[in-house]
């Protein structure tokens, strides 16, 4: 009876360490998905205080769903959020990133990645809503695959030269500067509502216009300091001017008049206009009176706005 009991007691032990060691896919996040984690910590060095800290092979650190920054869904236990801007990073994004298949939400915004590609595979992320690379010392070409980021809503690349204030601890982050020469993949983001893509170098891409102007539910497009060349409008682009922007910034770029055939008219929506530092010259349309819901509305003048914050 003693050694029945006995074993009783062995086996149970047995059992509650297999459960403890095995893991549970409805408790925390997989193996597979805390093994990218860690990857990417390796990758990322940390400027003098630890941010990633929480992230950690002990058993007490064993959910990577309790991280600092990341988050998991609470019906698939899948991590969907990585919020990690403004750690004081810098470093190399590690390609194991794309096996967190389910993220939802990517912010590496203000952390410093000398001048390196935005990698291609963020691109494999598909079911990426939010994205914000603004502030990380990006550099070279954007790379198209973005245009596979269809469920996107929220993309912000701006100011990649920039350094806001938190970073005046940070070298001069002034290295290669991104740019892109088409934006031939950008209209694959048909759920786009929000686009910033202040101070990358668009000098080359006369087909700007086009591409954002066929984003069917675009509010927010921040094109500042883009060195935009004067737009080609084509009977295109003024049949099926998005009607839904709400917010237009194309502050300081080589814009000519031309740019008010695209915005008068159609675009009723707009709450917001700035047009300051371009190159506007003649009179300004009198079916500006048509835009209705304009509030705010700059054509010339100083706007004390640069991506130094
Ligand atoms: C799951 O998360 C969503 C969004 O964060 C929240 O609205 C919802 O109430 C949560 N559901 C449960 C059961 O906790
Ligand atoms: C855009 O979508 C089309 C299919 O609709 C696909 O063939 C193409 O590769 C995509 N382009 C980019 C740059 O992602
Ligand atoms: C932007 O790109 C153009 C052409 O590729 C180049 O001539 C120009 O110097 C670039 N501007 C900046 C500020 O890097
Ligand atoms: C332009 O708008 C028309 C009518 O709203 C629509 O049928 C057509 O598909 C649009 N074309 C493009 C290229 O978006
Ligand atoms: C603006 O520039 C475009 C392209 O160079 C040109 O076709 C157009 O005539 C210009 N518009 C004005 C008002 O100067
Ligand atoms: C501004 O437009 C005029 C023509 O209207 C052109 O000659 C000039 O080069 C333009 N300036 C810039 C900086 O693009």
Not at 42 to 66: F, I, M, R, T
Not at 103 to 124: H, M, R, T, V
Not at 133 to 161: E, K, T, V, W
Request: charged share 15%.
């Amino acid at each position: 009876m003693v050694g029945v009991r006995c074993c009783f007691k062995l086996l149970y032990a047995i059992v509650v360490l297999i459960l403890l060691h095995m893991n549970n896919p409805c408790i925390g996040c997989s193996e597979r998905e805390r093994q990218a984690l860690l990857a990417l910590k390796q990758g990322l060095v940390p400027d003098y205080s630890d941010h990633l800290l929480s992230w950690g092979e002990k058993a007490q650190n064993k959910d990577c769903c309790e991280w600092d920054g990341v988050h998991c869904s609470n019906q698939t236990g899948h991590v969907v959020t990585l919020d990690l801007g403004y750690r004081h990073l810098r470093g190399k994004i590690s390609p194991k990133l794309i096996e967190l298949q389910h993220l939802e939400y990517l912010d590496l915004s203000g952390n410093n990645f000398k001048g390196s590609q935005i990698p291609a595979f963020i691109g494999s992320l598909s079911n990426l809503r939010y994205l914000d690379l603004s502030y990380a010392n990006f550099g070279g070409l954007i790379p198209y695959q973005l245009g596979n980021l269809r469920n996107l809503h929220h993309l912000d690349l701006s100011c990649q030269s920039g350094f806001p204030i938190v970073h005046l601890d940070f070298p001069l982050m002034h290295s290669g500067s991104i740019y892109a020469k088409n934006l031939y993949w950008l209209p694959n983001l048909s759920r786009l509502k929000y686009l910033d893509i202040t101070s990358v170098n668009l000098s080359d891409v006369v087909g700007w216009l086009e591409a954002v102007n066929i984003l069917p539910k675009l509010t927010d497009l921040r094109l500042l300091m883009c060195n935009l060349p004067p737009p080609v409008i084509s009977s295109v682009s003024l049949l099926n001017s998005s009607k839904s922007l709400v917010h237009v910034d194309l502050y300081n770029n080589r814009l000519n008049s031309s740019i008010f055939q695209f915005l008068l008219g159609t675009h009723t929506n707009l709450v917001y206009l700035e047009l300051s530092e371009n190159n506007l010259s003649g009179r300004i349309p009198e079916s500006i009176g048509q835009m209705s819901n304009l509030e705010y509305i700059v054509l010339i003048g100083f706007l004390p706005f640069n991506c130094v914050r």
